[in-house]
């Protein structure tokens, strides 16, 4: 399995990017996905997590802004990020556990400037 991950970049306060996260390779079906991102001299944290049910639960700081749709057609997952904040800046990473195995991208710096 490979996480292949885009769409980040560099916005101003108040703006929005959506990252994308395609997925190749044996997908079960019964897998939980996610977002973490990781800020310089910090540790990573989860900003989504999507249950194999469809689920999606979001840490306090980013409810409300960020959306987390799937297209399970495509392998692709997103992360729609909007009235983004100067502490949102961060590498993020998508995530993939299936039974027995844990997959990361390879990470996409978003950067947001107040």
């Known amino acids: 399995v490979q996480l292949v991950e885009s769409g980040g970049g560099s916005v101003q306060a108040g703006g929005s990017l959506r990252l994308s996260c395609a997925a190749s390779?044996?997908?079960?079906?019964?897998?939980?996905m996610g977002w973490y991102r990781q800020a310089p001299g910090k540790q990573r944290e989860l900003v989504a997590i999507?249950?194999?049910?469809?689920?999606?639960n979001y840490v306090e700081s980013v409810k409300g802004r960020f959306t987390f749709p799937r297209d399970n057609a495509k392998n692709t997952a997103y992360l729609q990020m909007n009235s983004l904040k100067p502490e949102d800046t961060a590498v993020y990473y998508c995530?993939?556990?299936?039974?027995?195995?844990?997959?990361w991208g390879q990470g996409t710096q978003v950067t947001v400037s107040s």
């Open positions: 999507m249950s194999s049910g469809g689920s999606i």
């Open positions: 995530n993939l556990k299936t039974i027995g195995n844990t997959y």
């Open positions: 390779g044996n997908i079960f079906r019964i897998n939980v």
